[in-house]
């Protein structure tokens, strides 16, 4: 049973930084791609980031250069570093996982998801 329980949203002022965390059990493959995704009230999901397991990343223009996605592999950890937050920003937040390398940051390519983190950027 695959769960991903993610923490590290809150509510800061734009220009602040926050550091989201995922933390995956039950997970098994050796090929994957695991991303954060998010969902503005009144819009579209929308990928943010995704890191594959040889380490590929990719980012949405939006966020290129703010934030940064990585992984800690011993600890089945998926973090997001945001920084130079801007109101635009603000949404609820999840992490998933993709069976096998994904080259596409749609979401409909991804197999478990959390429960999301809400970030308000004000």
């Known amino acids: 049973h695959v769960q991903l329980v993610e923490s590290g949203g809150g509510s800061v002022q734009a220009g602040g930084s926050l550091r989201l965390s995922c933390v995956v059990s039950?997970?098994?493959?050796?090929?994957?791609?695991m991303g954060w995704f998010r969902q503005a009230p009144g819009k579209e999901h929308e990928g943010v980031a995704t890191?594959?397991?040889?380490?590929?990343?990719r980012y949405a223009d939006s966020v290129k250069g703010r934030f940064t996605i990585s992984q800690d592999a011993a600890k089945n950890t998926l973090y997001l570093q945001m920084n130079s937050l801007k109101p635009e920003d603000t949404g609820v937040y999840y992490c998933?996982?993709?069976?096998?390398?994904?080259?596409?940051?749609?979401?409909?390519?991804?197999?478990?998801w959390g429960q999301g983190t809400q970030v308000t950027v004000s």
């Open positions: 890191i594959d397991s040889a380490g590929t990343t």
């Open positions: 039950g997970y098994s493959y050796s090929r994957y791609s």
């Open positions: 998933a996982v993709a069976d096998g390398a994904v080259a596409s940051m749609r979401s409909i390519w991804y197999n478990y």
